[in-house]
């Protein structure tokens, strides 16, 4: 079973694929980066403000699934600067519940879509 998830609170995939995909027991959410779903523009400001954004947007698409941010079991979240590691973690820290957090990695990357500092993607048990 595979259904595709969409939500206008969230931005519209830029590319040939899906917001997130409801595979049953779980649900997997395409990278989000910091783009305002109103305008489609990445959200002024830096690492935080950007970090936010992105899991706003992953929060819009687990809304639309039924979920909730306790139901992400990994991320895997992209840097395009190491250095915006601390500062990333405290902004994500504030999206999950203490003591219950998903299994993560962190990696640097290159580069991201449209410049963004920050993309975030998600595994989710219902």
Not at 36 to 58: C, H, K
């Amino acid at each position: 079973m595979k259904n595709v998830i969409s939500t206008t609170n969230a931005p519209a995939a830029i590319g040939p694929y899906s917001q997130a995909i409801d595979c049953g027991a779980f649900l997997i959410t395409s990278g989000q980066v910091p783009f305002d779903p109103a305008t489609g523009v990445i959200v002024e400001g830096g690492i935080e403000e950007q970090t936010r954004q992105s899991l706003n947007n992953v929060k819009a698409i687990l809304e639309a699934a039924g979920l909730t941010m306790d139901n992400v079991v990994k991320t895997t979240v992209f840097l395009q600067n190491m250095g915006d590691f601390a500062a990333m973690n405290a902004v994500y820290a504030e999206f999950f519940t203490e003591g219950q957090y998903p299994a993560r990695s962190a990696v640097e990357v290159a580069a991201l879509p449209k410049g963004a500092l920050v993309e975030i993607e998600t595994i989710c048990v219902k």
